[in-house]
């Protein structure tokens, strides 16, 4: 696995960049909001950000299929949802694009940008996401699937289930795995038996290969490399990233409770978004300045996008009843 | 001109047909639909005239099954996905209940999920206790989900192919021990659409209502002709769709005959029947001379193979005789 | 001697530690029931004291938690399984449906599977659509399950250890938002268990009856105080078991107040208040003076995460007072 | 993988010999009293016996537990089932001792015999396998527990999730599945992704096998040695037995309307209890006659077992509410 992408423009990265600072700055807002008690519930992306946003980076947002998993906050930007339209799902408002403020922030839908409406259950959209394949190769556009989840829902019998589906019908699909190690307190030796993620995908006649999620160039060129064999009729294939979870699994969980307290302080060293500024840097595309001024603009963007959010009006009481079946 | 005769899976064979012939995106998916053309025959022949893209044999996980019908449809596609029986949909519960039927709620509109989901359903065949559930109750209490179960060969093709057409998910559940039963004119292309919520007055009468679908429409009617010899004449409603299920035309019946019983084949405790209940004797109070009464199977998992204990669980026209004069005579 | 004071979640560690300490067959599982304690604290400390063996993490995979709590308790233990949320239950729906229920019936008495499955229900925690369904309904119609929903800390720790002792599979259903809304003494040891199947009187009246069970008890006495100011006072019968279910206690009421409402939180149509109203319509005929009445959820899907929305699903006092109003004043 | 196991004696192989006779005889009875239209419903094993035989043959029935699957009449004599019992639930009579009656035939179970009572629904005993091996390895007696499935069953969601069990948590199970290549009409490529069922042990760590089903020792040995990791507490195994399914799926299909009329003669003379019989004469272990007096006291068995069985009482009408609950 090559640890850049000859394929990728200065811009194209940078652009990247901004999305995973976006993210983070975000996420850190939403943070202070919900100690204030303005927000009720977070999920944080914090870790996997370099990770999301280096395999979106590699589809085509609006012509490609996303079936995202609630801690895709990072991916759904990448995917092309503005830091505002986050800020309304936060706030549950009526003009949340997802859902109008009717899930929890984390089920990411837009039909127009092609990111299939989730839920917050574990598992459902990996097989779904086999069945949207099926109607691409059908389409025969050029689309792909592509669907995300973490370790812990590859425990789940509709992880085997949609891998078999899409392996047996050679669907264009990406099964991308976010492996923190984690699902909420379970750590991955009581959650996957044998090697890891990856291991799973000979089984089915696929390819299946492990990344640093860390590593932005890899992420970007495994999925690039997946993409290409779907586009190209050859299937699916399984990529197994390797993410920190650097915050406990959502504000209604403190990881220090079941985790070693060595290890965290270890794991927020390795933040890696630390390390994709200075691979820029090494690289020549990034200054100090230019990455100052960047933070700048993406702290403004966030401020505004927070405000008006924040302003933004309530679902109508009368609208519950509304979309339950398509005449009501 | 006369019609084709056809028996119920016949009609919902020519369903699936004109269906897939009037709109191409139109599919079938599920275990054994294809060469084999279904364990009932209700896909015969469809694979060989649409090919095995659109007629697909499954693996064999139901899970899937419905999830791929669901990925067919925010495509825009219109799965037919086939449970092999209704026993076992079960494990496509959660696919169906927390992903299909919430599918356009929880996107506030952005997306909809239009499929069918087809299941033979009910006892009566020796097909013992995994082949003869009656599982509607679970999918009536699902908002998002329309029900349907019909019991004549014509309602069932003109269901089914309302159910193909509707925007929403629809559960069409099948009551195998009918497939066979009995033969019917049956017309085609639009004129034999039916629309969904509608019951059907199976026979009229003065001195109580019965509400029923699937088989025990045809074991009520039998019971109804023994009553009669009685002078005991029995209104019989057949709901043909549970969700929505037209509650109307069961009050005004009522407030003609002021008695009504609810026959259905299911358990009786939280049965579909029980919702039918409470609905009418709420709306019914003032009119009723009697109370709403339930004739349903007992409340054992399912029907046995032997078949004395397949017929002690079955409800049959005697058993339902005696709970409708039980009603007429309060 | 004072008893210790509890909210409902420590009754239910409280139930587990003590029947874990008294039978070593006892053990748990689930996602996150280990060194967590489980996501609402329901088996914190457990582990530590008993061992990551009898408290076991398992993969996040809800069917094969209840397949292994089933093959636990065909070898002889009695397994408390843990689904984080009653919505997580559905994908383990075939196990509990299709397997575990049918155990005994189906190996004609030779196997028995008494096990617990225990989750958090309902809404008002700000849970949305994936963390606030009622499908207690679901799992009332399958014959072989026993279905438990308390609403008291008392209640809940009684009866946790009847379903522990219990010889057939129980689910045990705990309304997450009362985990931690009042404190009651509870009592230990043996003197703690409290039978299945009875239910308790929660408020005497004498105008009319409601039928509640869950988080709806509490809504339903506060309901009570504004009917009482107007001189209507409502008798609360708090169901706690609902399969198998008090009828005979409610018709008791009945008799006396002659109305009667079934409060519940769920999807009103096809809701276990659904068969509690048929068949109270059914049994207290002659006693009623007026009909029996549903108040329940509206059928949307569950309930949203935006507070106006959540307000607008969720019954309240006010909504529970306007529905037994009506009622009374039939 | 060795063809021969030296650690079968002689009488061990002939008395599985007689047992897969028994119920080749016992089913070609049933079909006879099937077209009498005495029977209504018969899975038969046609194909499969010799494997199902070796397998249970390299375990402890009465110690070892057992979770069945409907093509498992032949498994159910090898774990003590009598010819009569098998048709008491031909016939469902009330003595029949899986249900009284009550389930299809194939349900087999027995608690005495650690035969764990089945379902119809394909798929669930192998997570259920798991639990049992879970309570098997905490009581450290020494049992393992042994399930069987065909290569559909490997499809369902419950396949991975009880693998992935069984592996993080080292329980003593035998995963065996009986691949007949066909899933009612489905056939292999549309039902198993990948290279076969056996690839899939790899990516749970644990032993992945495959067996020729026709080669008594040779799927004795692979059982064996399952066995022996399971017991030395080293875990699962998984097994795939390459058999033939000689007759339709049930009395309900008719093979010859979705497979090919070669293929199915090709396969009808590949019957595996010839070849058993012949290796047993090779090694001199049965002779002509032996073989002869063998099948003549076979038949006795069958014929007593079926007049016996057909002559037994019905359930009672009155039984059917029993056994819903215990008190019942
Ligand atoms: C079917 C189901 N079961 C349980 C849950 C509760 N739950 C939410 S997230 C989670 C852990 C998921 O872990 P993983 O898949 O590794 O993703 P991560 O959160 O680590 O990114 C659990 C148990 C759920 N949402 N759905
Ligand atoms: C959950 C479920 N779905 C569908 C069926 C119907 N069915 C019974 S057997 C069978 C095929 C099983 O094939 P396989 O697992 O290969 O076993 P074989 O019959 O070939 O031995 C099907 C689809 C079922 N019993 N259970
Ligand atoms: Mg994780
Ligand atoms: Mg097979």
């Known amino acids: 696995m090559p640890t ?5 423009t200065r811009e194209q990265v940078l652009d990247a960049y901004r999305t995973v600072l ?9 943070f202070v909001l919900n100690r204030a008690g303005k927000l009720a519930f977070i999920i944080s992306p914090r870790g996997h950000e370099v990770a999301q946003v280096a395999a979106i980076t590699a589809l085509q947002p609006g012509g490609d299929r996303f079936c995202l998993y609630y801690r895709n906050f990072a991916a759904a930007l990448a995917c092309g949802f503005t830091p505002e339209e986050l800020m309304l799902s936060a706030f549950a408002r009526a003009a949340d694009p997802s859902s109008g403020g ?18 917050s259950t574990v598992g459902p959209q990996i097989p779904k996401a086999a069945g949207i394949g099926l109607a691409l190769k059908w389409k025969a556009e050029g689309a792909l699937c592509y669907v995300s989840f973490g370790e812990g829902a590859t425990s789940q019998g509709d992880f085997h289930e949609g891998l078999n589906f899409a392996a047996i019908h050679r669907c264009p699909v990406i099964f991308f795995c976010e492996n923190n190690r984690w699902a909420i307190s379970v750590p991955q030796p009581l959650q996957v038996a044998g090697p890891g993620v990856a291991e799973r995908a000979a089984g089915y006649g696929i390819p299946g290969v492990r990344v640093h999620g860390d590593d932005f160039f890899a992420v970007h060129a495994a999925v690039r490399q997946a993409a290409e064999r779907a586009r190209a009729g050859d299937g699916p294939s399984l990529i197994e990233a390797e993410v920190l979870r650097l915050q406990s699994h959502s504000t209604d969980d403190d990881q220090r409770a079941y985790r ?3 290890e965290l302080a270890a794991e927020a060293a390795r933040d890696p978004i630390p390390r994709m500024r200075e691979a820029l840097m090494q690289r020549g595309w990034l200054t100090a300045e230019a990455d100052a001024s960047l933070r700048e603009e993406v702290n403004r963007d966030v401020e505004r996008a927070t405000e008006s959010a924040e302003a933004a009006a309530d679902p109508e009481p009368g609208s519950l009843g509304r979309h339950v079946y398509a005449d009501a | 001109m006369r019609m084709p005769e056809r028996n119920l899976v016949q009609a919902v064979r020519d369903a699936l047909y004109e269906e897939m012939e009037r709109d191409d995106r139109v599919c079938i998916l599920g275990e054994d639909v294809g060469r084999k053309g279904g364990v009932f025959k209700a896909t015969e022949g469809l694979q060989q005239r649409f090919g095995p893209q659109r007629v697909l044999d499954t693996p064999l996980a139901e899970s899937s099954i419905a999830a791929v019908a669901q990925g067919l449809a925010l495509e825009g596609f219109l799965a037919v996905a086939e449970m092999q029986f209704a026993d076992y949909s079960f494990p496509a519960f959660n696919q169906i209940v927390n992903e299909i039927a919430k599918v356009r709620y929880r996107s506030n509109g952005d997306f909809a999920c239009p499929l069918v989901i087809r299941a033979p359903t009910g006892g009566g065949v020796r097909g013992a206790l995994y082949h003869s559930q009656s599982p509607e109750a679970f999918y009536c209490h699902v908002p998002g989900l329309k029900v349907v179960l019909p019991s004549t060969p014509a309602d069932a093709k003109g269901l089914l192919k309302a159910a193909i057409r509707d925007p929403d998910p629809v559960i069409f559940l099948e009551p195998k021990k009918l497939y066979r039963a009995e033969r019917q004119e049956v017309g085609d292309g639009e004129a034999a659409v039916l629309p969904m919520g509608v019951a059907s007055l199976v026979r009229p009468g003065t001195d109580l209502t019965a509400v029923t679908y699937g088989y025990m429409r045809a074991v009520t009617v039998q019971a109804a002709s023994r009553l009669s010899a009685d002078g005991i004449e029995v209104e019989i409603i057949d ?23 609810v026959v259905y084949e299911a358990n009786r405790t939280g049965g579909f029947g029980a919702e039918v209940a409470a609905e009418l004797a709420e709306r019914c109070f003032a009119s009723l001379d009697a109370p709403v009464s339930r004739i349903a199977s007992p409340d054992v998992p399912a ?7 397949e017929h002690a669980f079955m409800l049959n026209p005697d058993k339902v005789a005696d709970g409708l ?6």
């Open chain 2, 325 to 330: 004069r039980r009603v007429a005579r309060y």
């Open chain 1, 102 to 119: 009717r899930q929890t922030p984390g089920n990411f839908g837009s039909r127009r940008r092609g990111v299939i409406i989730g839920s």
């Open chain 1, 4 to 8: 850049d992408d000859r394929t990728l």
């Open chain 2, 239 to 261: 709901l043909r769709t549970l969700r929505p299920w037209d509650v109307e035309s069961c009050i005004r019946s009522i407030e003609k005959t002021g008695r009504v019983a």
């Open chain 1, 260 to 262: 070693d307290a060595v």
């Open chain 1, 22 to 30: 976006r993210a983070r700055t975000l996420d850190d807002r939403r």
């Open chain 2, 303 to 309: 029907m046995p193979f032997s078949p004395p204990l």
